[in-house]
């Protein structure tokens, strides 16, 4: 879809649909043009590109996108590719390069899909004349602004992500989510640049008054920045304490059968020596008998005292009373 915005020396706005007349309003210094491609094919950007004269590489950046955040400097404009953050799905991050080319006069802005924000500053400028008066570079302050708001809500949502995950799901929360984080900062990084750079006025086309406007976004960029570091700092602590955790209860896990089976290990000692078939054993005896089963029966008991006494069954608390192993008991049926 082509949207067209044209805001003449009188004040007057008007929305044309041919592109015929483009070439004489970019002409008129007194002119203020914005066109909006959405999805457009290669055909309609080639005839846009030679109206606006651009360069034969912005040309190939439009038509194959792909582009990195960045801002390039030509002889009759600026080119400025920033990204918009759409949507997250799982661990991928989507979202959607917005091309833009400024000219003394004009705004040529290109994307493949539908952009909220776009379209409610496009809709804002063409209600309103005041907007358009303050020339294109305004225009791309306001643009810029609405993308750059937008990664906020998903920054907040990042961080409730992490921290209110279900524990059975949490490892594979914060891989997903220590993923999309450096997908933030690959694009963010780039473009806290490049309004750095236009904050400074190194570009011709930027005016004092909105050199400001950038310096804001920049300062938006700056923010954005440092939550992700700070979102990644809290991911990788919530992974190493939950790790921790999990480690502690194997720890506990392990502990508890380990004292099973040294409970046991005396205990198969007995009956297995016991258990050999040879004469000079005189298991025929019943007071042998008798002996052997009380042993086997106190050596158990006097075992788990003396665990309980050191403090191996109960997180190191040593029970050393009647009264302390009644409570370490009823807290624990």
């Not at 950046?61 to 404009?77: A, H, M, S, T, V």
């Not at 290109?110 to 570079?137: E, M, N, T, W």
């Not at 009956?271 to 025929?284: H, Q, S, V, Y």
Request: charge should be negative.
């Amino acid at each position: 879809m082509l949207r067209i915005l044209v805001r003449h020396g009188d004040g007057r706005i008007e929305s044309p649909t041919d592109l015929s007349s483009l070439g004489a309003i970019l002409a008129d210094p007194t002119c203020l043009l914005w066109v909006d491609a959405e999805g457009e094919p290669q055909e309609a950007l080639e005839a846009i590109a030679r109206l606006f004269r651009l360069h034969p590489i912005t040309l190939d950046d439009l038509i194959n996108g792909n582009q990195r955040p960045k801002i390039e400097e030509f002889e009759e404009y600026a080119f400025l590719v920033t990204h918009a953050l759409r949507a997250i799905h799982g661990d991928e991050l989507d979202t959607e390069e917005v091309d833009v080319a400024l000219r003394e006069n004009a705004l040529f802005t290109v994307h493949v899909r539908p952009l909220g924000h776009l379209h409610r500053v496009f809709d804002r400028s063409a209600k309103d004349s005041r907007i358009l008066q303050h020339g294109p570079d305004f225009l791309v302050y306001l643009l810029s602004d609405a993308l750059v708001d937008a990664y906020f809500p998903v920054l907040e949502a990042l961080e409730d992500a992490v921290v209110q995950a279900p524990a059975r799901a949490r490892m594979r929360r914060i891989f997903e989510v220590k993923r999309v984080l450096v997908q933030l900062r690959k694009v963010v990084s780039p473009q806290r640049e490049v309004y750095n750079a236009l904050s400074r006025r190194d570009y011709p086309y930027i005016e004092a008054r909105t050199a400001v406007y950038f310096r804001d976004i920049h300062d938006h960029l700056v923010r954005a920045f440092e939550m992700i570091d700070s979102h990644r700092d809290l991911a990788a602590n919530t992974l190493d304490a939950y790790l921790t955790a999990t480690s502690n209860r194997l720890g506990v896990v392990m502990k508890q059968l380990t004292v099973i089976a040294t409970v046991f290990m005396p205990l198969s000692f007995l009956t297995g020596f016991f258990g050999m078939n040879f004469t000079n054993i005189p298991f025929d005896r019943p007071w042998l008998f008798a002996a052997a089963l009380m042993v086997m029966g106190a050596l158990p008991v006097f075992m788990i005292v003396a665990f309980l006494r050191r403090g191996w069954l109960t997180d190191d608390q040593r029970i050393t009373s009647w009264a302390r192993f009644r409570a370490w008991l009823f807290r624990h049926r």
